[in-house]
């Protein structure tokens, strides 16, 4: 019964932290987990260190989100959704079918099956205005980390893909990485050619 108590409160607390950020709301909670991660609805999150015993740890979720800069576990990046973002994501979703075609070739002489290619193992390096202003002709560049299985890195590729009115049409590929036999765990060795 305890434990269904504190899973409610822990429950709870998570959908206010992800609501209502902004808000200076306290969360209560019995320790049964040692560690409680909240995920914010801002993109941040908080690992949570909770006391032994029943002893009653109250933590302000909302004022701590506002004391400390978003950023990932090296520090570097931001991790607050902004309009710039937003539109890199939906031009990588776009390019999902070219880069999945590209690295199902390149990679079919390397593993049997064809590599995973998610939005979130891509990045954009760079977007270049080939035209002039408002010439709606570019450029980008993009890094891909292809996976297999339960996330198996299986190389990486920077690809420069050029974007116009006529379409998109691959201009530069290079490939970085190979598979590593030693990332392959022994039941996923197999997919190695």
Known sequence: MKKHVIAGV?????????????????????????KVTFFLANGLSKEVQLQE???????????????????????NKSLEDSREQQLQDMLVLTLLPHLKEK????????????PVIS????????????????GFDFL?????????????PVGEDVLTYRISSDGVELKH??????PDMEDFLPNYQNLLK
């Open 10 to 34: 822990l429950c709870g607390a998570f959908l206010m932290a992800t609501t209502s950020v902004f808000a200076s709301s306290v969360i209560e909670a019995t320790s049964f987990p040692s």
């Open 53 to 75: 015993g029943n002893e009653v740890l109250a933590y302000n979720v909302a004022e701590e989100a506002h004391s400390e800069q978003a950023s990932d576990a090296d520090g």
């Open 103 to 114: 690295l199902d070739e390149v990679y079919s002489d390397v593993i049997s099956i064809p």
């Open 119 to 134: 939005p979130d193992s891509v990045n954009v390096k760079s977007i270049e205005r080939v035209a002039a202003f408002r």
């Open 140 to 152: 980008i560049t993009i890094d891909a980390q292809p996976i297999v299985g339960p996330h198996i």
């Open 173 to 178: 590929f290079e490939h970085l990485k190979d």
